[in-house]
């Protein structure tokens, strides 16, 4: 009877749960298993993965095939890298207690990374809640930077700012008398184109009347 390591589904719709189990390769995979060793939860961030290394490594030793899943996690979890280590042993190129010392050194590295990545998690996850909640986030003030005091006009500019400003109101005064003798003169030269025009008109009369009383 061949044996395999795989994941057994459990959990509702799209909210998956996974128990890790020891089963016959010919059974179905909701169906019935030899041994449960673990349980894998992926909904979590990062996922929550809880196994049994010991009895996975004795499962492994006897010949059970894990699936890609499967030895996915007995790769994380440092079973596979046990298997490793013991072999060395077996070859004698490690003693049994250097193998365990490696193990216990590698799998309190890999969980102290794990603490790490979760407490990263909750610290977003709360971020994101206070976000949705309104409430502004917690600033670490920091010392305030010394302003530059502002700079002061110098009486040069005072000066020249003064002198610019008179130059442009004589211009003023300036323009607005020739512009008055120009529409005087204007107007005096269309006084006596109009003057003759009014003796024409006169003259004419004059004449129209004899005519009319003939």
Do not use: C
Not at 26 to 41: L, Q, S, V
Not at 105 to 126: G, M, N, S, V
Request: net charge negative.
């Amino acid at each position: 009877m061949s044996v395999r390591i795989r994941l057994q589904r459990k959990g509702r719709k799209k909210q998956p749960f996974y128990h890790i189990v020891v089963a016959d390769s010919r059974a179905p995979r909701d169906g019935r298993f030899i041994e449960k060793i673990g349980t894998y939860n992926p909904m979590t961030k990062p996922a929550t993965i809880e196994l049994d290394r010991d009895r996975a490594y004795e499962w492994l030793m006897k010949g059970a095939q894990p699936t890609d899943t499967a030895r996915a996690i007995l790769r994380f979890k440092g079973v596979l890298y046990k298997k490793h280590l013991m072999r060395g042993v077996q070859k004698g190129a490690l003693t049994e207690e250097q193998a365990e010392k490696m193990l216990q050194e590698w799998i309190d590295a890999k969980e102290a990374k794990i603490a790490e990545r979760r407490q990263k998690a909750a610290e977003e996850t709360a971020a994101y809640h206070a976000k949705l909640a309104g409430k502004a986030p917690v600033i670490t003030e920091k010392p305030a930077e010394e302003e530059a005091p502002a700079e002061e006009e110098t009486p040069a500019e005072d000066a020249a700012e003064a002198a610019a400003e008179e130059t442009s109101a004589e211009t003023a005064t300036e323009e607005t008398p020739a512009e008055n003798a120009e529409e005087a003169a204007a107007e005096t030269t269309e006084t006596p184109a109009d003057a003759p025009a009014e003796e024409e008109q006169a003259e004419e009369a004059t004449t129209e009347e004899p005519t009319s009383e003939s």
